[in-house]
Nanobody
Framework: EVQLQASGGGLVQSGGSLRLSCAASGGTFDGYAVGWFRQAPGKEREAVSCIFSRDGSARYSDFVEGRFTISTDNAKKTVYLQINNLKPEDTAVYYC?????????????????????WGQGTQVTVSS
């Protein structure tokens, strides 16, 4: 069974940076879309970014404003989310996720219902 392990979160000051990692075991990312989502206390889980691992094509939610970069290392079965210029409103639990089926086109979804396998989440806390 596919398992995803998210890591790299922590407590940082506003303006700082973090790199989150999502490692897959029991499966692969090669040929699949991988998404990053986040959920702040009292709010719904929202999409941050996704990537089609085969060619690295990526999509971002509007609030990213160029501060987030998603990337993949298929050999390491790991997807990264680099977050720069962190803001207090970025405080949330960040989750990575993968769909059930591999993709056949260079595209990924920002809709959470498209994703079946989810990591446990990693906490990002940004102090002002």
């Amino acid at each position: 069974e596919v398992q995803l392990q998210a890591s790299g979160g922590g407590l940082v000051q506003s303006g700082g940076s973090l790199r989150l990692s999502c490692a897959a075991s029991g499966g692969t990312f090669d040929g699949y879309a991988v998404g990053w989502f986040r959920q702040a206390p009292g709010k719904e889980r929202e999409a941050v970014s996704c990537i089609f691992s085969r060619d690295g094509s990526a999509r971002y939610s509007d609030f990213v404003e160029g501060r987030f970069t998603i990337s993949t290392d298929n050999a390491k079965k790991t997807v990264y989310l680099q977050i720069n210029n962190l803001k207090p409103e970025d405080t949330a639990v960040y989750y990575c996720a993968r769909p059930l089926m591999a993709g056949s086109i260079s595209w990924c979804s920002l809709m959470k219902y498209e994703y079946v396998y989810w990591g446990q989440g990693t906490q990002v806390t940004v102090s002002s």
